[in-house]
């Protein structure tokens, strides 16, 4: 987005984390049509709260008296750099913390996945009024503890390597904008403390074949220099897995699948150049082996100038 | 420059999507093992001990035709013909079974413990309802495969599964028919070649016994494996080690050895081992009476508690008399300086657990959805087994043991829990959070404890060398329970002493059996 060049980073981080099994909470960090501009790093600080009642236990929603309300909160910390205006990389690394309101289940805290991204913008054209974009994003995330994944919905996470590969196209029109894109991840096996599972057979081992998934999202709303508001619809797909049976705790192969619609806000300051807030809401519509998740999320972000130019005293978008 | 970077991403990209996505078919512990080849036959078996049958002619099996009569040559050319063109798929059972059929029948009787060990979801009004027996199809369904039930299960296939091979070993002796590919030497030995002679057939001995003792165990999967029992007497026969009147012959000897084993089983007290809201007060009364506080059940709505009566079910190994013997004297009291320093001992392991710790409680927790710890001290002695190159029928004799000190290891367990109703440490202490979930019975003594102390026991007669590794699993396994948070101290100490007690039993009959 030219007219957009010296946006802070993306700031979105949606919690798609839908949990029963959080799911990677960074695994979609790069999904907005924002770029760094050349030399230019951004740093920021994230936190997110979700929490859930209901779950689908396969399609059948219901509750659990022994769970009560389920909650994840999520400290991250998310950095953008501009190798050029098409070429950003992005690193990201959350703290997570599960805890259950009902129930005798003791919850867990720790360093869940790092992730790394690589956003490329190789087109960029004047269609219409509008300006269009594409995008080709790669992402690769793995855990940095030995956490235990097979707690769930306890667990903070699912401990597999993730490779993400997503396509992505914008369109603005003034400051009115859609973005929509696809995403395929490669999902590892994992292994888990015990020598035997069952799944919808019995496995004696203690790896865990863990299905792939894929998810498209769509956004739209107002994109300025200054703020952005936008509506983002989500839908998750796990390509495989099996449902959790009545009465039975979830497993981390299950077919998790997702959709959320949420909102997200980001303001830049005036008074401060290079800073801003962000906040957002998300909330499940529909779900299959996944906590109907409500979650919250704000951020503060703070772009380094290291282009060694004079400091623009006015965002780069303004100035056109 | 900007190439490079480009021409690297790519290739890192290339590389781990291949790393990630190339090998994710997994492969199980036992999924490609070599054909069983015993060392020794065990060609006398047939005098071994029984359990429940008189001697090995209770069940008289008919002579086999001669091996140069017209019939058994038509069986032989059904070989012939079977052997023409082996399909990969036919090929997979044969090395399936070829591993061996104790194993293959034990680990699916683990699957459908797995399968089955579901707590059943509450009615509307915060009632539970009962698995019943005679509308097994309905929810909940029938059975809820807990650890007694499964111990039970386990002991009882695997028992009759001992006194079925002992006969069959009693009449192979006695007709001395040799394999197939002895008679016809145009014959393929697939799983290779024996002198067990093969009539009645072990693998349909098996088949037999394990499909009818379904009826009582596991009624919803009847035709699951009446399908498993047909396929291993086709791969058998199409390997080359059975004709068609050797499957037959030890399909109807394994039918009939089971059903001397469901009347026992359908009369062992099992039956009613749930209770009623009597008896579940009752506990409560008495706890109260003895100045102590009665377990209560933490799950919400409360759960009414797991088999309160099983300790009353008919054991293998000793007489009924001998359970209430065997209880060890009481808990610390609930009001005693002791159980508030046990509880204080959970309270402190759970707070920060370590990661070591977490493993420990994961490996060892076998809790909803699992086979239990029965089936996992299943699992560990098969895989021990499987390098000994038993016989098949020492595999069952083996098993039996196994799974009959479980078993008793249970009603012992379930009996001192009930005669105490001690609580557990989160009903002490509301702020012990577990690592894995509370089992819905009283704590005194731990059921690991218990099943593995047995476990431990018999498996370190069966197999010396590994005696001290047994005991360290055992060990552990008890330990995983107080890193857990579900039990205190005494529960597991106590809990392992129980349980060697009852695995003495097995190890008593283990040395006057015959066998070894």
Known sequence: MKTLLAQPCRWLLVMGMLCIAHVSVTAQTDIDAIMMSKNNFCIGGMYSSSHWTD?????????????????????????????????????????VQTKASAGTLHGDKGFQDLSLWVKWMPVETHVGNGLLSVYGIGGFSFPVTNYNPDFLPMSIGMHSKNLSLRAMADYQAGHLFATASGTYVVRSNIKIDRTSY?????????????????????????????????????????????????????????????????????????????????????????????????????????????????KKSVPASNQK | MKKIFFS??????????????????????TDNLPPLNPAKIDLDAGNWKTILLTGPTDFPVAAPTAVNSTAYVAELNEIKSLQQNISDDE??????????????WNELMRQLVAKYNLPPYQNADGTYPFP????????????????????????????????????????????????????????????????????PSEDAVLAGVTAEMMKLLFPDE???????????????????????????????????????????????????????????????????????????????PRRPPMLPLFGNV??????????????????????????????????????????????IVQFWADGVATYTPPGHWNA?????????????????????????????????????????????????????????????????????????????TILGYIIPERASAYTDMANEASMSRMYGGIHYRSDCGIGLTTGQKVGAYAVARAKTDGAD
């Not at chain 1, 779950?55 to 008296?65: H, I, P, V």
């Not at chain 2, 690297?8 to 997994?26: E, P, R, V, Y």
């Not at chain 2, 002791?338 to 509880?343: A, D, L, P, V």
Request: hydrophobic residues 40%; aromatic residues 12%; positive net charge.
């Open chain 1, 55 to 95: 779950y689908w236990e396969g399609t059948l929603k219901r509750t659990n008296d022994n769970l009560g309300n389920v909650s994840m909160n999520m400290a991250g910390f998310m950095g953008t750099y501009g190798v050029s205006g098409k070429l950003n990389l992005l690193v990201g690394l959350p703290y």
């Open chain 1, 198 to 310: 069952y799944t919808t057979e019995l496995h004696l081992t203690n790896e865990v074949e863990m299905p792939d998934q894929s998810s498209f999202n769509i956004r739209a709303g107002y994109r300025s220099g200054r703020l952005i508001a936008e509506a983002i619809y989500n839908q998750m797909y796990t390509l495989g897995g099996f449902d959790i049976t009545r009465n039975n705790m979830p497993f981390a192969s299950n077919r998790m699948n997702a959709s959320t619609l949420g909102i997200n806000l980001k303001y830049t300051l005036k008074a401060i150049s290079g800073l801003s807030l962000i906040g957002g809401g998300e909330t499940t519509l529909a779900g299959r082996n996944v906590g109907q998740a409500n979650s919250l999320t704000g951020g503060i972000f703070y772009i380094l100038d290291f282009s060694h130019k004079q």
């Open chain 2, 8 to 29: 690297t991403a790519i290739l890192a990209t290339g590389i781990i999507f291949l790393q990630l996505s190339c090998s994710k078919a997994i492969t199980g512990r």
């Open chain 2, 91 to 104: 090929q997979a059972k044969i090395s399936y079974w070829g591993a061996g059929s104790v194993l293959r």
């Open chain 2, 132 to 199: 019943n027996a005679n509308n097994p199809f309905a929810y909940p369904l029938f059975p809820f495969a807990n650890p007694p039930y499964a111990a039970r299960a386990y002991a009882y296939v695997s028992a009759a599964q001992y006194d079925a091979l002992v006969a069959a070993w009693y009449y192979k002796k006695l007709y001395n028919r040799p394999a197939p590919y002895k008679t016809d030497p145009t014959i393929t030995a697939r799983l290779g070649a024996t002198d067990l002679p093969s009539y």
């Open chain 2, 222 to 300: 009847i035709a699951f494996i009446q399908q498993k029992a047909d396929e291993e007497e086709l791969a058998k026969i199409t390997a080359g080690s059975a004709t068609r009147s050797d499957i037959e012959a030890g399909e109807a000897l394994g039918r009939l050895v089971a059903q001397k084993f469901t009347t026992r089983a359908r009369a062992d007290k099992a039956g009613a081992a749930a209770g009623t809201q009597t008896d579940w007060s009752n506990f409560e009364t008495v706890a109260v009476a003895r100045g102590e506080t009665p377990w209560f059940s933490l799950e919400s």
């Open chain 2, 314 to 359: 008919t054991p293998f190994l000793f007489d009924p008399t001998i359970t209430a013997t065997l209880r060890p004297g009481p808990p610390p009291s609930t009001s005693s300086d002791q159980m508030k320093t046990e509880t204080a001992e959970i309270a402190d392991l759970v707070k920060n657990p370590t990661r070591e710790h977490t493993r």
């Open chain 2, 380 to 456: 560990i002695a098969a895989e021990d087994f499987i390098t000994k190159n038993f016989s098949e029928v020492r595999w069952a004799r083996d098993m039996a043991l196994l799974n009959m000190s479980l078993m008793d290891a249970a009603i012992v367990c379930w009996n001192t829990k009930y005669f105490y109703f001690n609580p557990r440490p989160t009903q002490m202490n509301t702020a012990i959070k577990t690592l894995t979930g509370i089992p819905n019975f009283p704590a005194y003594i731990s059921g690991h404890s218990t099943f593995s102390g047995a476990a431990a």
